[in-house]
């Protein structure tokens, strides 16, 4: 068990409505990843981070932010949600820039109605 | 550009038999590495094998193996002696700086057939 926590697991929310989702960790990785898994598209990074307020955006950054003012928590955040965010959404955490794996949380359903 | 290329979608293998699911990378990072992960139907991400581009040697881990061609940048799995637990969405991932970033394929789906 890597200590990862993603919260919420399941989330029905409006169109146009903000939503955070949390990814916690106990184990002091450094970095951490938000990715999207969509059917056909694999895991597509939303946006990443490499030390505590150190992060960048990935491949489909847009309508998307994301906070990390601690080690453990890694939070991402929808501005205002649409329809095209309906998705899974999955964080991972790694030690170190070496050979180390990447391990992943549980994953969150989001569902914009 | 696709950083990480599965081009199979799908494939079949017969239990007990071999199989390699393909992956090929694009980057200009002389350092970088080279990951493969499993996802059953239950939906967990699960780490496989990890190939860095200063080994020199094919990561081996039990079944699994990794075909490393740093000169045609591709990374295979080959998977021996397949079994039905075998069947999931695999995928390709590759790590390169700066930050670290981590980049994953499109995934290929394995089904495993007594």
């Known amino acids: 068990d890597a200590g990862i926590t993603q919260s919420p697991r399941h989330k029905v929310t409006e169109t146009g409505t903000p939503v955070t989702l949390r990814c916690h960790q106990t184990?002091?990785?450094?970095?951490m990843y938000w990715y999207r898994q969509d059917p056909g598209h694999g895991l597509r990074l939303i946006h990443y981070s490499y030390g505590v307020k150190d992060t960048d955006k990935g491949e489909v950054s847009d309508g998307y932010s994301v906070s990390r003012s601690k080690t453990e928590d890694f939070l991402l955040t929808l501005e205002s949600a649409t329809s095209s965010q309906t998705s899974v959404y999955f964080c991972?955490?790694?030690?170190?820039?070496?050979?180390?794996?990447?391990?992943f949380g549980q994953g969150t359903r989001l569902t914009v109605v | 550009a696709q950083k990480i290329t599965q081009t199979q979608p799908g494939m079949f293998v017969q239990e007990k038999e071999a199989v390699t699911l393909d992956c090929t990378y694009d980057t200009s990072d002389p350092s970088y590495g080279l990951f493969w992960y499993k996802q059953p139907s239950s939906g967990e991400m699960i780490f496989l094998i990890y190939?860095?581009?200063?080994?020199?040697q094919n990561a081996t881990e039990g079944r699994y193996s990794l075909n490393f061609q740093k000169a045609r940048k591709s990374a295979n799995l080959v998977i021996s002696a397949s079994q039905l637990g075998d069947s999931a969405m695999y995928f390709c991932?590759?790590?390169?700086?700066?930050?670290?970033?981590?980049?994953f394929g499109t995934g290929t789906r394995l089904q495993v057939f007594p």
């Open positions: 991932a590759m790590r390169e700086g700066p930050g670290d970033k981590l980049i």
């Open positions: 991972a955490i790694r030690r170190n820039e070496l050979n180390t794996e990447a391990f």
């Open positions: 190939q860095g581009s200063y080994d020199q």
């Open positions: 184990e002091n990785h450094r970095y």
